[in-house]
């Protein structure tokens, strides 16, 4: 932003504070980018807000998945589009299509079971924090 290159992280705050730039770094467990044709989501990613005179700005940081639109919101959604497609399963009523990675993230983020994390998140329409919310 700045170009601060080798600057100290430490300076470089002070003058940031100085400016009236506020950062913070927020603890998010998942970020989803919608566009027109597709979702991008961040399970992992490292998110820091920045106040700038009232003005905030958005820093996710991190590796993308890629999805068609619709597909973690609970839409007839068709095969991922990502690199090793994974299986997905339809629950009993019909509803959301979950995929096995989203299982696994709760899972692994709430030490939950792989069969109460898909609970959990058919339970919560395939939200990913609504269900580590919901198992923790």
Sequence with gaps: MFGG????????KQMMKQMGI????????????RTADEELYFSDAQVTKMD???????????????RERGAGAGAAAE???????????????????????????VAQRTG???????EALEAEDGDLAAAVSRLE
Excluded at 22 to 33: G, K, L, R, S, T
Excluded at 82 to 103: W, Y
Excluded at 112 to 118: K, P, W, Y
């Design 5 to 12: 290159g080798g600057m100290n992280p430490r300076k470089m």
């Design 22 to 33: 506020d950062v913070d770094e927020i603890d998010a467990e998942e970020v989803i980018i």
């Design 52 to 66: 700038a005179q009232g003005q905030e700005t958005y820093q996710i940081v991190g590796e993308p998945q890629s």
């Design 79 to 105: 095969a991922e589009e990502t690199a090793g497609s994974e299986a997905e399963v339809r629950d009993a009523a019909g509803g959301v299509d979950i995929p096995d990675s989203d299982v696994k993230i």
């Design 112 to 118: 939950a079971s792989e069969s109460e994390a898909r």
